[in-house]
């Protein structure tokens, strides 16, 4: 049983980022039970949280681009370490994770947290349902039941973890022409299957989705995949002839089994 409150804290708009953290936090937490914090609803996000020496968080968040999802930087800012443990933790869709765990690991280190370990795990990606399929698997729930056993809950100076530091730039897809496909302004459209039933609005992140009317957005789309992923009648979707480029390009490009790194 550990002495600090462990904590499974994590953004996860399609679910793989709080599957391995919350396993982690488990493992952790023993016989006791993990706090969970989940931030990936607007509403959740409204006020900061504080945390104290007494505890230990995981701390999770999908890799966008290469990064940080860049809509939670302010959010990251508000959450304070006041001496905490915290093992960064980051999901990325089988293509590569490049600067997200050094950047995560950086922000909790600013924040006031002392990071102890470290992981990149792979999860389906967010633009697919073949991409990384059904990750994490039960392999990779194996491995972070490992990494996790293998954490001392003490704080011996900031984990090393891999990644660039200055950190680089947000990873930008290109077409067949090399030229950078710009999908920041692509949102999904709904088909006429749609039943209304506001599941969609309910758990988009970016609260972007209008209640009186689910075929408009209100807001930003991320591309998150949450409500593409959760609609029980597959009715959003993307037309967008740049995302479905980057998406193929993703699927035939990234075929090969990419696993898990941790860092203790
Ligand atoms: C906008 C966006 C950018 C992404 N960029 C990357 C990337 O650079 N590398 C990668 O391997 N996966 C990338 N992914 C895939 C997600 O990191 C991956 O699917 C992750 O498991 C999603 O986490 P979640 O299930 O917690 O939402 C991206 C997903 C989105 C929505």
Known sequence: MSEKKIWAMYFSP????????????????????????????????????????????????????GRVPNVLLKYLDTVQGGGALAVPVVLYGNRNYDDAL???????????????????????HSFSKIL???????????????????????????????????????????DRKG????????????????????????????????????REFTGICIKCGSCIKKCPQGAKYYEDEGYLYHKHELEEGYTRRAEPEVFL
């Open 14 to 65: 399609t679910g793989t980022t709080e599957k391995i953290v919350r396993c982690v936090a488990d493992v952790l937490a023993g016989n006791d039970q993990a706090e969970v914090f989940d931030f990936t609803l607007p509403q959740s996000r409204s006020e900061g949280k504080t945390f104290t020496e007494k505890d230990a968080v995981v701390f999770g968040v999908p890799v966008y681009a």
């Open 132 to 174: 990384a399929a059904g990750r994490p698997d039960d392999k990779d729930m194996e491995l972070a039941r490992d990494f996790a056993s293998k954490i001392v809950l003490e704080n011996r100076g900031m984990i090393q973890v891999k990644g660039e530091d200055p950190i680089r730039g947000y990873y930008q897809p290109r």
């Open 102 to 124: 050094i950047e995560l690991r950086n922000i909790l280190e600013k924040n006031g947290f002392h990071t102890i370990a470290a992981g990149a795990f792979i999860g389906e």
């Open 179 to 214: 030229v950078f496909i710009d999908i920041r302004k692509v949102k999904p459209l709904t088909a006429d299957s749609c039943t209304d039933c506001k599941l969609c609005a309910q758990v988009c992140p970016m609260g972007s989705i209008s209640f009186d009317n689910v």
